[in-house]
C-alpha cells in the first residue's frame, strides 16, 4: 500500500486512524470507504499525522488480504 498527499485518478481516499513510529518504520491504520487498511512505510518518509487523510494505491507486489 502507498500513501500519497495528492488525489489522483486511481487512489482511493482514507483517513489516518492511527500513525505509529517504531525507528525503521511508521505503521498506519487507514479508514476508507473499503473498510480499515494497514500500511507500512519506511521511516525516512514524510509521516502522515492521526487525522489526515492521504489518498492510496496499491503496488504490484506486497498486499496481503486478511479476513476478519
Do not use: C, M, W
Not at 489516518?16 to 505503521?27: D, F, N, P, Q, W
Not at 525516512?44 to 486478511?66: I, K, M, N, S, W
Request: without cysteine; aromatic residues 8%; hydrophobic residues 45%.
Amino acid at each position: 500500500i502507498n500513501l500519497h498527499r495528492e488525489a489522483a485518478a486511481g487512489r482511493l481516499p482514507a483517513e489516518i486512524r492511527k500513525a505509529t513510529y517504531l525507528g525503521s518504520h511508521l505503521e498506519y491504520t487507514l479508514s476508507t470507504a473499503v473498510g480499515e487498511l494497514f500500511a507500512i512505510q519506511p521511516a525516512g518518509a514524510a509521516p502522515f499525522a492521526q487525522g489526515a487523510t492521504a489518498h492510496v494505491d496499491f503496488g504490484p507486489r506486497g498486499l496481503a488480504l486478511l479476513r476478519d
